[in-house]
């Protein structure tokens, strides 16, 4: 593609030239590109991607709905892909969370989730407002998310708009000073909720802290009835090797923020699941109380389908098995990788692995993910590392062989800039 395209990216400096492939389909693991390549995917086009990209069974679901009904008002109307799928998420998801608020992105899915938490406190006459992050964590590119999001240079233009919020430091290997600030903060009286990633912070680094501090984070937030959102828009469908992150500490929020792999990746939706307090809280006969939120799309038959789709694959197919044997491979091509000594602090979640590329000279390290995504694509890989974080985050259904190719093409790429 040239650059005269009125296509404006996102996360993508025109001026710098580079090129831009233009991608014509794509099969599981691979995507073909007009110029003849097949580019593994191992970033599942940016943590979306779960079972593997125009997986029959999702696609066959959108085609039939399509037959079906396109769009419907859903304030106050319904239809039955949406029933269906509200009621296959309570049951496969922690008991705790039996109402299901429709989005279409993980950005809204958190906008809904805090809008929630904001109107419980208030319809209570309990007025809360503050809301606690954890450092370095990412929820989405909207104002709302952004605000509870790390600030830095993707926000600092931005950041008159932004609301102030609670900063809990990350749990490093000692997690007890996080674990402490939480407690204080909580303890103030003033809080509404903390969100969190579970786990693993995707854009703030490929971070990862021990399910037992999930678990005591919980524990925390419960004692001082402050609302525990968990964003596992990245986390959730099976990525870090459970359906959910939550799972592994086993810890029921009470909002769950779900998008990114709940169609498979294959359509844009979200959901924001609920407890029956939040859910009672706003339940009454004074209209001034009802949710105040909703969009065009909200609970698109055509992507409730998809959804659906995704929801037979994981209650009918061996889907924790297949991530299983993907995790073993990823973690063979970790414990090779970290050998060298240009690799330090290797990482895995699940499905996810990572680690840092040792760079002597810190005005390098701008330029090194650059150089590395230029050379992994030259390598017919998707690869986009985050500063001098290269990740690995694919499909499940990658084969053993596309493994291989990956580990060469990192391989290489750390070879070629030693
Ligand atoms: C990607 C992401 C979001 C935002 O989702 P969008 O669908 O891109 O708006 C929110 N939270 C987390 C943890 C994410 O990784």
């Known amino acids: 593609m040239t650059d005269r395209s009125p296509v404006w990216h996102p996360f993508h400096q025109h001026g710098l030239g580079e090129a831009i492939p233009l991608v014509t389909h794509a099969e599981g693991a691979a995507l073909y590109t007009d110029d003849g390549r097949r580019v593994i995917d191992a970033i599942s086009s940016w943590w979306v991607t779960t079972h593997g990209h125009n997986h029959p069974r999702i696609m066959q679901a959108v085609r039939e709905q399509t037959e079906k009904l396109d769009q419907l008002i859903f304030a106050g109307w319904t239809h039955e892909p949406a029933e269906t799928l509200a009621r296959g998420l309570v049951e496969i998801m922690p008991e705790g ?73 990350f749990p490093a290997a000692d997690p007890q000073p996080s674990l402490d600030a939480l407690e204080a903060a909580c303890a103030a009286g003033d809080v509404a909720a903390f969100i969190i990633e579970p786990l693993l912070l995707g854009a703030g680094g490929m971070l990862t802290y021990p399910p037992s501090v999930l678990a005591e984070m919980r524990a925390i937030c419960a004692r001082h009835g402050v609302l525990f959102i968990a964003d596992e828009v990245m986390t959730g469908w099976g990525r870090t090797g459970t359906l959910l992150a939550c799972e592994q500490a086993g810890v029921t929020p009470d909002i769950l923020c779900l998008a990114k792999g709940l169609t498979g990746g294959t359509m844009p939706l979200a959901v924001t699941m609920a407890s029956e307090a939040i859910y009672d809280a706003h339940y009454s006969t004074d209209r001034s109380k009802m949710f105040f939120h909703s969009s065009s799309f909200t609970a698109n038959p055509i992507c409730c389908a998809a959804a659906n789709a995704n929801l037979a694959i994981w209650c009918e197919e061996p889907v924790l098995d297949r991530i299983a044997a993907l995790s073993a491979r990823l973690g063979n091509v970790l414990a090779r990788l970290s050998q060298r000594d240009d690799v330090t602090n290797p990482r895995q979640c699940g499905t996810m692995v990572a680690f840092d590329v040792a760079v002597g000279d810190e005005g390098y390290l701008a330029e090194i993910g650059p150089r590395l995504r230029e050379h992994f694509y030259a390598q017919d890989v998707l690869l986009r590392p985050l500063g001098n974080t290269v990740y690995v985050m694919p499909p499940y259904c990658l084969s053993e062989e596309d493994v291989a190719q990956i580990e060469a093409a990192i391989t290489s790429g750390l070879d070629s800039i030693a």
Do not use: C, Q
């Open 97 to 169: 969370l039996p109402h299901v608020f429709f989005s279409d992105s993980g950005s809204t899915a958190v906008e809904v989730a805090l809008k929630m938490a904001l109107g419980f406190w208030h319809n209570r006459g309990e007025p809360r407002a503050r809301v606690l992050v954890m450092e370095h964590s990412y929820h989405g590119d909207t104002i709302g998310a952004m605000s509870v999001g790390e600030r830095g240079v993707f926000n600092r233009a931005y950041e008159a708009l932004l609301f102030d919020v609670g900063t809990i430091p």
